[in-house]
């Protein structure tokens, strides 16, 4: 008999809704609603009477959306579902009451107010104790940063909070009322413990936030509750369960890549970020591993060791920025012309300099950084563009040599999965910097990781090896094999003296 999943995928940009179908041995899915969304500014006095920007999500717009997927799988497929997940970002959540409303707006991990607060965890604990204990790199929008704002900010809301929902757990809650979260996102809010998969007492004590705040953590593959019966009924469906996936999309993204020998293949989650890594047995919590900037993130029965690194979003907002100039917003199929048309290796930036994180004009700052560093300034578009994906893939070389010397491993193929595997210059930009072939695809890996673990949940399979015939025989996987080696790596030697 055929089984029937609904996933929802919700990253920093926009949502999306699938079915998944299985059965006789075959797997096929559907996308059946798609969403933009994003973070909003307020500009809002506080106490003090200073006015401060605050950039919040809109998640009954989110949540408004979820529903309107439910529907249309509804009209669509009918009114049984077998399971529903959800995969969100890595970063947020929100505090509720005891009666359940939210306390205030969400705020949105790009928030100027997180911009100092990883000193300030560093300064409650010694800074190797915290990566010992969490194996979390510092980066401004860890939730541990979020809750710590709250605590010493916000110490009033605490006090109202019955519980604190990382943003995958706030919206089941929405649908089911469940209060928990799966392994696989506790492990990057820099407040678990990475070698028990519990929270940890010690990070919770030093950041003021009382343990019992925070939701039980379940592993992926855990069914957490039902939809709500006033809402199956609202919606026209059955009170289907509620299956804990990789909640953190990444989890799900890498769960879908189809790797042969996770030793030999670097995986790249490419969208809005780019998760550089590969899959481990256990976590690697060692100062040298802190002093790369490396994380250990919960998987699916492994680890994802890698490095949180800048994506597509400085290509995104540089379209933001043209289009607020122009009145009209640049399409992609003119970026595809000019990028590849522009003069190669002109000059480079790194994509995880801090002034690319939430500029308010992405141009202006990567200009000043090429004027720093004495490169010659890109004369165009075009030119600037391919500036931008070419030290992409060039930091992709890095964070892979880097991986490679701590897990003494060798990369033979690197894996693109997710939004970017769409972009075939990117791709090969990839494949030639790091010269080994690149293997990009499937475009959806989030909402199939999100499946295939829901599909593990509901016993329909037994476990993700079983997901990868599955996988192989229902996407296409596009290979780019290395070209230029030679001038890919003097651009290397290049880019490498850039990097602080």
Not at 318 to 324: A, F, M, N, T, V
Request: glycine share 8%; aromatic share 10%; proline share 6%.
């Amino acid at each position: 008999m055929e089984k029937k999943l609904f996933a929802v995928d919700l990253g920093a940009s926009g949502g999306k809704c699938f079915v998944g179908f299985f059965g006789d041995g075959a797997f096929r899915m559907e996308e059946v609603h798609r969403f933009a969304h994003e973070g909003v500014s307020f500009f809002l006095p506080g106490r003090d009477g200073d006015v401060t920007e605050r950039a919040y999500w809109d998640d009954t717009y989110i949540y408004q959306n979820i529903v309107k997927g439910l529907q249309a799988a509804r009209r669509q497929f009918g009114p049984a579902l077998d399971g529903i997940g959800i995969d969100t970002w890595g970063a947020d959540g929100h505090l509720l009451t005891q009666d359940g409303d939210t306390i205030g707006k969400v705020y949105c991990y790009r928030d100027h107010r997180l911009d100092t607060m990883c000193d300030e965890v560093k300064a409650r604990l010694d800074p190797e104790r915290v990566y010992a204990i969490t194996g979390n790199h510092f980066q401004p929008f860890n939730q541990s940063n979020q809750l710590l704002w709250a605590a010493t900010r916000r110490p009033e809301l605490l006090k109202l909070a019955k519980v604190y929902l990382p943003i995958p757990a706030l919206f089941y809650f929405y649908l089911g009322g469940t209060t928990t979260v799966d392994s696989t996102f506790a492990s990057v809010t820099q407040m678990m413990d990475a070698k028990r998969g519990k929270w940890s007492g010690e990070m919770l004590k030093v950041l003021g936030i009382p343990k019992k705040l925070m939701p039980a953590i379940v592993p992926p593959g855990t069914k957490i509750g039902k939809l709500q019966p006033k809402l199956a009924a609202d919606l026209g469906l059955n009170e289907a369960d509620l299956i804990a996936v990789g909640s953190h999309d990444t989890a799900s993204a890498f769960a879908a890549a189809p790797v042969k020998n996770p030793k030999k293949a670097l995986i790249i989650s490419s969208g809005t970020w780019s998760l550089v890594g590969k899959l481990i047995k256990k976590p690697i919590t060692t100062p040298e591993a802190m002093r790369l900037g490396l994380s250990n993130e919960g998987g699916i029965g492994n680890t994802r060791f890698l490095r949180n690194c800048m994506g597509t979003w400085i290509v995104q907002e540089l379209l933001r920025i043209w289009e607020i100039a122009d009145g009209k917003r640049m399409e992609w199929k003119e970026v595809d012309t000019i990028t590849p048309a522009a003069p190669a290796f002109t000059a480079f930036i790194d994509p995880d300099d801090p002034r690319f994180y939430n500029p308010k004009d992405m141009e202006a700052a990567i200009r000043a950084f090429i004027t720093e560093t004495a490169q010659p300034q890109p004369p165009d578009r075009g030119t600037l563009l391919r500036c931008v994906y070419e030290s992409l893939a060039l930091k992709y070389r890095f964070v892979n040599e880097t991986i490679n010397g701590i897990t003494a491993t060798v990369t033979e193929a690197v894996h693109i999965v997710g939004g970017g595997s769409n972009n075939p210059l990117l791709n090969q930009f990839t494949a030639n910097s790091v010269g080994v072939p690149v293997l990009a695809g499937p475009k959806e890996a989030t909402a199939i990781g999100n499946l295939m673990v829901q599909a593990i949940g509901a016993g329909v399979i037994p476990d993700l090896k079983a997901a990868m015939p599955l996988i192989k025989a229902a996407f296409p996987i596009a290979t780019f094999k290395p070209q230029d080696t030679a001038a890919w790596d003097t651009a290397y030697a290049r880019f490498t003296q850039l990097l602080k």
